[in-house]
């Protein structure tokens, strides 16, 4: 028997195989909501971005009519700290732009990080941190749960779809009585078992690929972005490979030549062990290896430089009031002077204090992800969550690259703005504001690191199938 | 006939080497779990304790100022965690634990937890609870899928009907010995956690989180009761192991992997909220206008009530009548802002209560991490104490501004405060709900469970009753 009459039975076989098709419409479903939550939140962050890009205009807008409002007529009295023609009363009242990281073309199909960690920030020229949250007002509940997207349907469901699809693919032909008589085609039980896996693979994980394709497409998917069609090619080979890696191990255990039952516990184990248990677990082992910094320590140490720097502030902080000097008695003007320079004194006081605890939080962070780097070798969901987020732009490492965009804009916005917190010169530059921008790394970076997992798993994949085909050297005998 | 029943099944499990290896990981994950969630909540605690402390003395120790340059310096509340989070934490690392209370602002509460933890946290963390609520059904799901679909295929069934045994006794009895080996792994659990959290707990705090623990347990008892009964069903009903072993593998990945995320972003879909930036924003217009009006209307008030020509010319600091009319005018504008938020977000978590009738973990989750004290409307609960403790303080600095401010030779008026307002100023103290009300909004929920177990015990009753021994 060629093995072209060998897959023209297997499929014969396949077209009647009920829990097959069943697995395959439950993925393509799951798939196509996943992808419809992921094309959401994507919706959702656009508009957000484009409405913190209209308020930051508009204000900019109305600080410029403001001061001409009140050049026009000297004679208006108008508080310095919400009179846009000076430094601080422009940054207090009228400066909202937002420091926004846009989706990445494949940011529908794995929501990551996104859904936790800012992705539109508004500049503030204050000692960091300044007390604006800027993480998006989510309900908790949804946060602990996580995303229905295609990542989570690729790492929990895609792995139990291949298995149901494939755990007794030998133990049922010899449950049943059949295998004698399959054998007698005359076929090689390796050669057999190794079609049949592949044609149900192709199935699951062609399906599996095809409907975020379609579905991508569908949502207006443009190839011609920047490393998108690239990304997309190494997001579905990751799938395949992924997918790949449980349907090998189906074949290892297949091979073993257990009973369906015996077969089914052990690939779920495997299964757990693998998506559920290891993950967690090291999850742990990093919080106690590594642990973030504690934000209660971190703001009981940020009040306390904020005490202490304040108390350095000196007399002009003990006579002039922190946001409200008109309070104060005594010429206004000179009042206005005093509380500007101490201010700025004072805030660069309190970021020198903090700048060892931001260090702390900065390299901690860089050794979690340091450790990840190597820990998502030890589970082939972890390196798939990995790789995946990475390809869709929404992992750690590109947000904390957009932090330090955001820093250093803020930075470039505090430079321009300082001078003109003291001057007694009008301030005008509403044009000049320094703009922000984030430069993503190159395409092919991020590509090679893909790469790099794919063929951690493609190697995982050819190791399994490998002792399967050796097991299965061995003769049927009963 | 029960207890024999139960003691041959309890007998055999216990020699089945596979039973032995899983329920050793899950007592040494719930071991894991349990002890570096003692760790977390100790060190949690006494991170809000000595923070609390600091933030205190801080506020006391602050000098002589002007008592708006101390309202707006402001003071930080923590929340310490109940003893109870040692097994679940909710929806603390999603909220943070502490909130600023400062001038003119009502505050979210700030710095989540999440936020500083990688990606791996996104499978989860290894609690005491995921343990229970996901890791413990797939047990059962082992230990009960063949519990009579094996007796049929070996042929022992049809010798136990002969016997006359009564179906009822056959799955009670099944039941009781699926029960009893899972005796091994939760009752030390219990025994443990019991004996650590009548530790910690503070003496005022006893027996409310003795009464939540118990209540918890109640709770999960019911859940497994649930798989235990709906796994002896599958077994009755189906002929083959394998097949039994499937479903309720299917039953199991759709009830803890699919339906939570499904229903969650249902709820998202049915009550959607808008992006944070349009809320915050709304909240700025709203405030701009009511704040500037209120000055305005302060001043036409006291200058007419006073009958003077300008508020300079009042007996008193004007400036403490019009910050409090800006603080009190503002108070109807956040709670309007944040009521219209948090009722979608009640109305999301509504929804996935009602989820239960998909999945009973929906009601176990919610009705948990009620239980330890971290769940959404605790949370606000929190949030709204914070506020009433951030109005008192404001009040009483801005009636000190008023009642204390002093003239200076131009006519200026000016206000000092020191350490006698600085202590006259309530510290915050939050006071926890007690456990009836930390449940109450999760009566629906917890009905449903209680109708998955009935329809369990009915469909274990019934598929045992109409079992076919060959």
């Not at chain 2, 009502?106 to 229970?132: C, H, K, S, W």
């Given at each position: 028997m060629t093995i072209l009459d060998l897959g023209a039975l297997e499929w014969r076989r396949i077209r009647r195989d009920a829990v097959l098709w069943a697995a395959l419409l439950f993925g393509v479903l799951a798939l196509g909501f996943g992808l419809s939550n992921g094309l959401a939140w994507r919706k959702f962050q656009e508009r957000a971005i484009e409405r913190a890009g209209s308020i930051g205009a508009a204000r900019i807008a109305e600080a410029k009519t403001k001061a001409a409002e009140l050049n026009a007529n000297p004679a208006e009295e108008v508080d310095f700290w919400i009179d846009p023609r000076s430094g601080i009363g422009f940054e207090g009242a009228y400066l909202r732009l937002h420091d926004c990281l846009a989706p990445a073309p494949l940011a529908a199909l794995a929501v990551g990080q996104s859904d936790l960690l800012p992705y539109c920030v508004r500049v503030a020229v204050g000692p960091w941190p300044a007390f604006l949250p800027s993480y998006e007002w989510e309900n908790p509940l949804r946060l602990l749960l996580g995303r229905f997207d295609c990542a989570y349907v690729i790492i929990y469901l895609l792995p139990l779809l291949a298995l149901l699809a494939s755990f007794n693919l030998l133990s049922r032909e010899r449950e049943q009585g059949t295998l004698p008589l399959l054998l007698s085609c005359p076929v090689p039980l390796r050669l057999w078992l190794g079609v049949g896996s592949l044609l149900r693979a192709a199935i699951i994980l062609g399906g599996a690929a095809a409907a975020v394709v379609v579905g991508l497409f569908l949502a207006g998917f443009d190839p011609g972005a920047s490393g998108a069609a690239l990304h997309l090619g190494l997001w579905l080979a990751l799938v395949v490979a992924y997918g790949g890696f449980w349907f090998a191990l189906a074949f290892l255990v297949n091979a073993c030549r257990l009973r369906s039952e015996t077969n089914a516990l052990i690939l779920v184990s495997a299964w757990l062990a693998l998506v559920i248990i290891v993950p967690a677990g090291l999850n742990l082992a990093l919080k106690q290896l590594y642990p973030a910094p504690s934000r209660v320590e971190f703001l009981d140490s940020l009040r306390r430089a904020t005490a202490e720097s304040e108390q350095r502030g000196g007399a002009l902080l003990q006579k002039y009031l922190q946001d409200h000097p008109d309070l104060a008695p005594g010429d206004k003007a000179e009042n206005q002077n005093g509380f500007v320079t101490t201010l700025l004194a004072v805030n660069a006081e309190t970021s020198r204090l903090l700048e060892p605890e931001k260090q702390r939080f900065r390299e901690q962070n860089e050794r979690q992800l340091a450790a990840i780097e190597w820990l998502?070798?030890?589970?082939?969901?972890?390196?798939?969550?990995?790789?995946?987020?990475?390809?869709?732009?929404?992992?750690?490492?590109?947000?904390?690259?957009?932090?330090?965009?955001?820093e250093g804009h803020r930075n470039a916005v505090k430079s321009f703005l300082d001078p003109h917190f003291a001057s007694d010169e009008h301030f005008d530059g509403y044009d000049d504001i320094p703009a922000f921008a984030y430069q993503d790394i190159p395409a092919t970076k991020l590509a090679r690191h893909a790469a790099v997992g794919l063929l951690q798993l493609a190697a995982l994949d050819i190791a399994l199938c490998a002792a399967g085909w050796v097991l299965l050297s061995r003769p049927e005998l009963d | 006939m029960i207890q024999v029943i139960a003691a041959k099944e309890f007998l055999e499990l216990r020699r089945d080497r596979r039973f032995v290896v899983a329920a050793l990981i899950l007592s040494l994950a719930l071991l894991v779990g349990g002890a570096f969630g003692a760790a977390n909540f100790l060190d949690l605690r006494r991170q809000a304790e000595a923070a609390g402390h600091n933030e205190r003395q801080r506020w006391l120790d602050q000098g002589d100022k002007h008592p708006h340059g101390a309202a707006h310096y402001g003071v930080f509340a923590f929340k310490s965690p109940r003893p109870l989070a040692m097994i679940d934490t909710g929806l603390q690392p999603y909220v943070g634990s502490l909130?600023?209370?400062?001038?003119?602002?009502?505050?979210?509460?700030?710095?989540?937890?999440?936020?500083?933890?990688?990606?791996?946290?996104?499978?989860?963390?290894?609690?005491?609870?995921?343990?229970?609520?996901?890791?413990?059904?797939?047990l059962i799901v082992f230990l009960a899928y063949g519990s009579f679909s094996r007796e049929r295929e070996l042929g022992t069934l049809a010798q136990l009907t002969s016997l006359g045994v009564r179906s009822s006794d056959l799955l009670l009895g099944k039941a009781a010995g699926a029960a009893g080996a899972l005796s091994p792994i939760l009752l030390p659990a219990f025994v443990f956690s019991l004996a650590v959290i009548a530790a910690v707990t503070p003496s005022a705090l006893l027996w409310d989180e003795l009464a939540r623990f118990l209540i918890l347990a109640l709770i999960y008892s019911a859940y497994f009761a649930i798989f235990i009964f709906v796994a002896l069903a599958v077994s009755a009903w189906r002929r083959s192991s394998a097949a039994a072993l499937a479903i309720l593998l299917v039953f199991w990945a759709l009830t803890t992997l699919v339906a939570p995320r499904v229903l969650s972003d249902w709820a998202r879909a049915a009550y959607p909220t808008d992006p944070a930036i349009e809320l915050k924003q709304a909240l700025e217009s709203s405030l701009a206008a009511v704040e500037a009006r209120s000055r305005e209307d302060a001043r036409k008030d006291l200058v007419e009530k006073y009958g003077v020509a300008k508020v300079e010319d009042l007996p008193f600091a004007f400036e403490g009548a019009a910050l409090q009319a800006e603080e009190e005018s503002a108070y109807g504008v956040f709670e309007r802002h944040y009521a219209e938020f948090f009722d979608v977000l009640r109305w999301q978590n509504l929804f996935y209560q009602f989820g239960a009738l998909l999945s009973p973990l929906t009601a176990v989750q919610l009705s948990s991490m009620a239980l330890a004290g971290n769940d959404l409307e605790q949370h606000r609960d929190f949030v709204l104490q914070a506020e009433a403790n951030r109005r008192v303080i404001h009040t009483m600095i801005n009636d000190y501004i008023l009642k204390h401010g002093v003239r200076d030779a131009d006519g200026q008026w000016g206000a000092s405060a020191g350490r006698e307002l600085w202590q006259e100023i309530p510290p915050f103290d939050y006071r926890p709900n007690a456990w009836s009300a930390a449940l109450a909004e999760y009566g629906a929920g917890l009905g449903l469970l209680g109708l998955w177990l009935l329809c369990a015990l009915a469909a274990a009753f019934r598929a045992a009753a109409s079992i076919k021994a060959v």
């Open positions: 998502r070798f030890a589970s082939p969901a972890l390196l798939f969550q990995h790789e995946a987020n990475a390809l869709s732009g929404n992992d750690q490492a590109r947000r904390l690259r957009y932090l330090d965009s955001v | 909130v600023w209370l400062e001038a003119h602002k009502q505050n979210e509460m700030l710095y989540r937890p999440a936020e500083d933890a990688t990606a791996l946290q996104r499978f989860g963390d290894l609690t005491p609870a995921i343990v229970a609520q996901t890791l413990i059904p797939l």
